[in-house]
């Protein structure tokens, strides 16, 4: 009994202290739960108000206390999106991917997207897919997902720009940048002088304000009138400098405005200078403004009768939209929506019209190369906007272009990686050709009216035909290469091809081709002789008539021809040989190199007195003795395969230089399209 008596008291003492520990971990799982909805209103509040660097922050305390927490990790990538951190927007999307997290259609698109500007394209390309091309964002998808399928046609330009970052950064925003007589304005986050200094929530950097570049290339604060206390930047003068139209926070004669779901939008300003010109007049706001949507980013025609800018607005075709107004002569009209060829589902910012009627923007609802690109297109006939391409845009944000008068030269923003702060802004040069071509005579050297056709090599696409006139002009850019076609009846036509490349860079006088004509004689008396053009590297390095012996010739195609006709002798077919090109550290024959050595193999079948010589290359990578044997093994699998297919050891000559002999020095800057030139073997013709 005793026993008993003592068994049920040690169970009343282990219940009551199994209800006791029970309870005390409710206790304890109530004040957690408690803590953590607390911190996440906290985070959520600082979210909603755009405080976006302090909501990073506050969800990363949610974390702490919870941390599978499915809001809390989206919240954070959004976050980091949100003040264009990109690698950091990536981990924690990833995070959230991992975890499960990401179902939502917002959140597989916003992922995409920062996959895309930290150049991971196959895997954004996953995601584009995931998200299908449903809903209202379909037109943005689809575009997105074309661009990463033809991600190399943005850098097929590259070789027309030279881009490089201003001395005037800092490691704070500076962009926006506007002409302003004989330099350039732009909008900045540099601290400010004076005891009160606010901060922007939404990244917790400095208010904008204006600066301009004076003649010692320092930048300082524009004449009063226009800096606040809040964000000015970017504007747009004219007028002889005596007119501007700039951004501005809805902060006006001292008050701040703020829309209905708390946030103060931006809005267009337009003054005057005062008569002394030392300082800007009030600014009076444009008749488009409202507190509840932004208006900003402004550029305006030579004649200051069109004004462009951007904004969201409603009744828009994506988020932020570019919009017009004109000037009647006393006040701006109502705003004019560009249109869909030139807004998209998603971002349209920074318009800037160029005196010739391009309008150039950047946007991030276009095929491009990840975040905002720039785009051109005219102004009075839109059509498909062209995206710029490398080195003008990249991965990151490229935005708020403007181009100098004579289209040579330029600024822009971006964040691009290897600049000083946030955003950066860069001074680019832009090399085109102004080309004119002439039908000449072959004999006599004297004009001819005939039709002279022009074409680029790679489209086929015309760019210019010309009826009986006697010279044809039009405008390349550097890179470009062009198939120039002339005839005229009772003559033989003249073909010949221009490339680019190798012009000087800066040409500002016209180009002048002439194209020899030779008059036709009668069949009895002419010769026909096939010629052979040797190209490496985009340069003809060989020209040859095959005969009994190899007829070679400096010069052009059309020089040789010409001097052939006046021997009587007919070219009647050409054939052209190019570099083989090889993958990265790999010296296996691809199939495009395969396909160039079955024509080789035909001429030398075709004329076996002919003999060639392989040279062979490396890109710049590796030491210089690996890339000495690289080179040796390219020439070997060259070799190799033209001894498989019935050529003769002893018409074959092979020569290595690794990486002696670059087709393009750019030394530690390569982008892969210049390792690719690098990685070659040049074929060449031995008598």
Known sequence: MKNIYTITILLIGLLTISWTEIDKNKEVKKKTKGKIEKAKVKASRSFDSFAYTKSIKRYKKVLQLSPDDNEATIKIADSYRKINDSNQAREWYKKAADLGFLVNKADQLNYAQVLSSVGDYEEADKWYNLHGEN?????????????????????????????????????????????????????????????????????????????????????????????????????????????????????????????????????????????????WCPAVELPFNSDEYSVGHPSVTEDGLTLYFASDMPGGKGGSDIYMSRWDGEKWGGA??????????????????????????????????????????????????????????????????????????????????????????????KYFYDVKVLLVDAKTGEPLEGTINSSYVKSDKIIATTGADKELTFRVIRGDEVNLTGMKENYSKVEEKLATIDLPKEMKEPYVIKLPLMGIEKESEEQFRDVVVIENNGETTQLFAIEEELIEKEGTLASFRADMMKKGIKVMKVYTYQNILYDFDKSNIRKDAAEKLDRIIWLLNEYPTVSIKLKSHTDIRGSKSYNQELAKKRALSARTYLMKNGISRNRIIESSYGEEEVFINCKDNCNEQQHQSNRRTEILIEN
Not at 161 to 183: A, C, K, M, Q, W
Not at 347 to 369: A, K, Q, R, V
Not at 403 to 428: A, K, T
Request: charged share 25%.
């Open 135 to 279: 809903g209202k964002m379909a037109v943005l998808i689809k575009n997105k997902k074309e661009a990463l399928k033809s991600i190399e046609l943005f850098f097929k330009d590259s070789v027309a720009y030279n881009v490089r970052i201003t001395d005037f950064n800092t490691e704070h925003s500076d962009f926006g940048p506007s002409y302003l007589e004989e330099g350039i304005v732009f909008a900045s986050a540099r601290p400010s002088k004076g005891l009160f200094k606010p901060k922007y929530a939404w990244d917790n950097s400095n208010f904008l304000d204006m600066f301009k570049v004076n003649e010692k290339g320092e930048a300082v604060k524009i004449q009063r009138g226009i800096n606040t206390r809040y964000h000015e930047g970017p504007a747009t003068f004219f007028d002889q400098s005596n007119k501007v139209i700039f951004t501005r926070n809805n902060y006006h004669k001292g008050k701040s405005n703020e829309s209905k779901d708390g946030v103060n939008k931006l809005k267009l300003f337009y003054a005057i200078k005062s008569k002394n010109g030392k300082k």
């Open 336 to 429: 004019e929506n560009m249109g869909e060829l030139v807004n998209s589902p998603g971002n349209e910012f920074f318009p800037f019209i160029h005196p010739d009627g391009t309008l150039y923007y950047s946007s991030d609802g276009m095929p491009g190369l990840g975040g905002l690109d720039v785009f051109e297109v005219s102004s009075s006939d839109p059509g498909i906007p062209k995206n710029i391409g490398y080195p003008i845009n990249t991965q990151k944000d490229d935005f708020g272009l403007i181009l100098s008068n004579d289209g040579r030269s330029g600024y822009l923003s971006s964040n691009r990686e290897g600049g000083e702060g946030h955003d950066d802004i860069y001074s680019f040069e």
